[in-house]
């Protein structure tokens, strides 16, 4: 291996001879793309070299299968892990250019939607940080999730094209071309079948490689993008068709165009199931051929693979891992079943039942018809050896991916112990029942480089010095801050950091939207998706209570409150759009009052991303985690906020409930409904009407909505939204205002009182250390891959 020369050299290096520029005459992307590749290099040594040990062992690998990987920014990533940050920072402080302002140039790629890209991407930092060799495979969207803007409170959708900046982190592999197909006929001639697809585009790869904690590893990112296989129609052109002419390469392009395409029309559905199998497709045949190259017999597949469904919308993963054993390499199919099953695992992250995928049998024997012949004999395989199964993956003329996925996986998993429980008393009750030691728990985690480290470097620096470093990749280590959080010195400290943590974002805020706020406010922090059962709406019902009473009686001692929400709602659910218009609208009544102004404030950022919860996750006081109980599966961002300080107000949903045993009651602000409640108050006849009867402020802050206090030029703006909640109020906001209320009392009271506040904050940080992502694929690697650390082998 070639040494290295120092990173100025390799930045000045790159500066020159990669982008062709001068120090002097270099723009700000020159010099985030120099700093990128400089890093990059010393990743790719640590790349090639896990490369070479994983052949060399002959290792088990792990292969992701998702369609999300929500990465972010990556160059803070990888200087963080490699330790450059000070290097770094110095290099480009001689050259007069700013660290920061370097690294914000970098597109925030939003290959992912929320929580469970997030995951995806926050295990494959682990993967590395662990040493299991390991590929996460996805999709190359051209447009990742769109950006948000707000256009007279509306939220608007704008088309996200972060590959039109220059992107440092890829390396295209034009030689790894899968051809996958759709559509056609099958042919049957006795055993032998056959699939002749009508249409086939062609898979491309690119990979990122992702380095783990201090370089020691580095695993890879393989994103497929699609292509024409003859992208030109010379013949066509020749005819002066010209459009016509580019017609197969647009329509290949298509595939990897964009996230979620609008699935509300018949053509969305399709585009949508062929991504997945897009993906999928081209990620078995690449499995399969490395793991031909290096071990060739069929029957050790499961010893050496392990392939995770991030969710059903790779399950298509299950049919085409037999078919091509079976139709293609000509196994037995008990054999290919066993062989696929031996292989594969699936982990659910919802119990929603909009969300569980089900596919109307037209459209996918349309594309797939092959897949569903297979998925028919696989569901009378699976009926004949349990005779007394009910349930079929055939149903109301639909495929039903859950139950596919079920049956071809030897482990399934929820995301945390509540969810996992409804798992197995709920949608999975059945196949749970003939297979009890099927459904396995893998709590959700976060990585502590990117979700502290990196993006708290105060709070970071503070807890090293208490306790040194080795917490970064072993956080059960932060118990140790234990003694520290009961000693009003070290307390001051952490207040302290808090306090530079939440300057920085009230500048930030200031300077980039225009929202001045007063750092010494409580940061009331809500930062997700949309969604009714988030219930957002919730929170605003609370805050518009919350300003009435104010104005009521502005001498009555309030404690100062920030209420900071962001989030994206899906361009096609309407109701969740309304929200955010509420929540702006209210803001700008609400910010404008004089007599309420210096206790509250609402702001709503807009284009939530990584980078931007990274910003607020370290300012913020509180974390708001008010789902409806059973509806979040586990939630992911309650713990970056426990991590870094912010004590949770919240239901027992997902892993709040283990947050606060791990934290402790005394440190975490209950209230609600718990899950079997729910399920009991849906069944009691006008809860929503009882519950705004017995409570005025909650009755008050309706009718402000209603009457269009916040929309005074169309006041009927919100009635579907004040009609839902009235009405049906399937998630509950009004039967849980009044416990959320006097919750959020109890906070101001808490918050009052600085020292008390700062304990409890610190409180949750120390006790934060098992919701590593580190935790979380160790449980994955003992119980469900079998697979084994390569660091130190
Ligand atoms: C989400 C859940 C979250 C969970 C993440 C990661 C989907 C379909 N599910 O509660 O809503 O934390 O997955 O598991 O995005």
């Not at 370097?102 to 790629?109: F, S």
């Not at 020749?238 to 029309?265: F, K």
Request: with cysteine; net charge negative; proline share 4%.
């Amino acid at each position: 291996m070639t040494k290295l020369p120092s990173l100025r050299e390799s930045i000045l290096q790159h500066l020159r001879y990669s982008f062709g520029k001068d120090p002097e005459h270099a723009i700000l992307e020159d010099w985030r793309m120099a700093v990128s590749y400089a890093v990059r290099d010393r990743i790719t040594d640590a790349w090639i070299n896990a490369t070479h040990r994983t052949y060399d062992t002959g290792a088990k690998r792990v292969y992701y299968l998702s369609m999300e990987f929500l990465i972010g920014r990556l160059l803070e990533d990888g200087i963080v892990n490699l330790e450059l940050v000070d290097e770094a920072r110095a290099v480009l402080a001689e050259f007069g250019k700013d660290y920061q302002a370097v690294l914000a140039d970098e597109p925030d790629a939003a290959l992912g939607n929320g929580g469970l890209g997030r995951l995806a991407a926050c295990f494959l930092e682990s993967l590395s940080t662990l040493g299991c060799p390991a590929h996460g495979y996805g999709i190359r969207y051209e447009h990742g999730l769109f950006r948000q803007s707000f256009v007279d409170g509306r939220q608007v959708e704008m088309p996200e094209h972060w590959l039109e900046q220059r992107h440092a982190w890829e390396f295209e592999r034009p030689e790894v071309r899968y051809r996958v197909g759709f559509g056609g006929h099958v042919d049957t001639r006795g055993e032998t079948v056959r699939w002749y697809p009508a249409e086939e585009v062609e898979a491309e790869a690119f990979d990122t490689p992702v380095v783990g904690w201090k370089g020691r590893w580095a695993n890879t990112l393989r994103l497929w993008s699609g292509r024409a296989i003859h992208p030109f129609d010379l013949d066509r052109f020749n005819h002066g068709d010209y459009a016509g002419a580019a017609q197969p390469e647009a329509l290949a392009r298509t595939i990897s165009r964009v996230l979620y395409p609008d699935d509300t029309t018949e053509q969305g559905k399709e585009l949508r199931l062929k991504q997945e199998y897009f993906l999928t497709c081209a990620a078995l045949r690449d499995i399969l051929r490395r793991f031909n190259n290096q071990f060739g017999d069929l029957r050790k597949l499961p010893a050496k693979v392990a392939i995770q469904l991030n969710d059903t919308h790779p399950a298509i993963a299950g049919p085409e891992l037999v078919r091509v054993l079976h139709d293609e390499r000509g196994l037995p199919f008990d054999d290919a079943l066993e062989i696929a099953q031996g292989c594969l695992s699936y982990t659910n992250h919802t119990l929603l039942p909009e969300a569980l995928e089900a596919w109307d049998e037209s459209l996918f024997g349309r594309l797939l018809p092959r897949h569903i012949q297979l998925i028919d004999r696989i569901d009378a395989t699976h009926a004949a050896r349990n005779p007394s199964r009910q349930q079929s993956m055939r149903a109301d003329h639909q495929v039903k991916m859950g139950q596919l996925s079920f049956v071809m996986a030897h482990k399934v998993n929820g995301v945390s112990a509540l969810h996992t429980d409804l798992m197995k008393s709920t949608v999975f009750s059945e196949l749970h029942r003939l297979h009890p030691d099927r459904i396995v728990n893998q709590t959700n985690g976060v990585t502590p480089r990117r979700w502290l480290l990196g993006c708290n470097p105060r709070l970071a620096s503070l807890i090293t010095e208490s306790i040194g470093e080795a917490w970064v990749d072993d956080l059960d280590q932060l118990t140790r801050l234990e003694p520290s959080v009961e000693d009003a010195a070290w307390l001051d400290r952490y207040a302290q950091v808090k306090r530079d943590n939440k300057v920085d974002l009230a500048n930030w805020m200031a300077r980039h939207h225009g929202v001045h706020v007063d750092p010494d406010m409580l940061f009331d922090v809500q930062i997700k998706r949309l969604h009714e059962y988030k219930r957002q709406h919730l929170n605003i019902l609370e805050t518009i209570a919350l300003w009435s009473e104010i104005r009521d009686n502005p001498e009555a001692g309030w404690t100062p409150r920030l209420k900071l929400f962001a989030g994206k709602a899906a361009p096609g659910y309407f109701f969740a759009k309304d929200i955010i218009r509420l929540i702006n609208d209210a803001a700008a009544v609400i910010n404008a009052d004089p007599v309420t102004a210096p206790y509250l404030k609402v702001a709503f950022l807009p284009n939530y991303n990584v980078s931007l919860a990274e910003r607020l996750v370290p300012a913020a006081d509180l974390s708001e985690q008010i789902s409806t109980a059973g509806k979040e599966a586990s939630g992911t961002g309650n713990m970056k906020f426990a991590l870094n300080g912010a004590p949770t107000v919240g239901t027992l949903d997902g892993a709040n409930v283990e947050i606060r045993e791990h934290v402790g009651a005394e440190n975490f602000f209950l209230f609600g409904m718990t899950a079997e409640e729910v399920m009991e108050r849906r069944h009691v006849d006008g809860h929503a009407w009882r519950a705004i009867e017995a409570d005025p402020r909650l009755r008050r802050a309706l009718d402000l909505i209603r009457d269009g206090r916040f929309s005074p030029q169309d006041p009927g703006r919100y009635h579907g939204i004040t009609g839902n909640l009235e009405g049906p109020d399937y998630f509950l906001v009004c039967s849980d205002f009044t416990d959320y209320w006097r919750a959020q009392r109890e906070v101001d009271a808490a918050f009052a009182d600085r020292s008390r506040w700062s304990r409890m904050a610190a409180w949750n940080t120390a006790r934060s250390g098992w919701f590593s992502s580190d935790r979380t694929i160790r449980g994955y690697m003992a119980d469900i891959w079998n697979a084994q650390s390569l660091i130190g082998a």
